[in-house]
């Protein structure tokens, strides 16, 4: 069994696979998300408070997950994933 098949089959992999859902569906707990259901006093980055934290900035430019997303290019290269944008990483 290789590392994919592993990890798809962990409960890390079941988990990742809900969250990549969830993205896809919108529905997470992303402050511009909250805030459009009224459940957030506004919709910015808690780090950053001038940016909206979309899916797309909480994924790709928020700079608290840098070395998240630096480790995660790097695991991506790996399978010669070179594209780092919201429907590749959906998708992948
Ligand atoms: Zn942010």
Redesign the pocket.
Known sequence: MNVVTRFKQSWEGTQARAAITRFCLGHTTVSAHLYHLCLSPDP?????RT?S?TIK??LL?????HSHRTALHSWLSALAITTLDLQTLLAT
């Open positions: 910015f980055c808690p780090w950053y940016i934290e900035h909480f430019h928020c700079p608290r997950f």
